[in-house]
């Protein structure tokens, strides 16, 4: 178990490419997710708070965003579990 805090995303916007945007209301951690090249691929808009752990969901697909090292707007081959 992890003393690690938790912050639940939201949903902010999704877009024709089939990218998504997420937001985390209490730290203002911001992400953008899309596929290129056909790999999920996520990009760190705003880092927020980078110790916390990130989960959101959206309808009723569950997905848990856990992005364990914050680059800055760059996408690169962080894993979506």
């Given amino acids: 178990m ?3 805090k938790q912050h639940r995303m939201t949903l902010e916007s999704s877009f024709p490419s089939g990218a998504q945007q997420w937001l985390c209301p209490t730290c203002s951690h911001r992400i ?3 596929v290129q090249r056909g790999r999920l ?16 969901s959206a309808g009723a697909a569950i997905e848990k965003l856990e992005v364990s090292e914050a680059r800055p707007a760059a996408f ?3 894993t979506v579990h």
């Fill in 2 to 4: 992890t003393d690690r």
């Fill in 32 to 34: 953008l997710i899309g």
């Fill in 41 to 56: 691929e996520i990009m760190v808009l705003e880092r927020g708070d980078e110790l916390a752990l990130h989960s959101g």
């Fill in 76 to 78: 690169d081959n962080r």
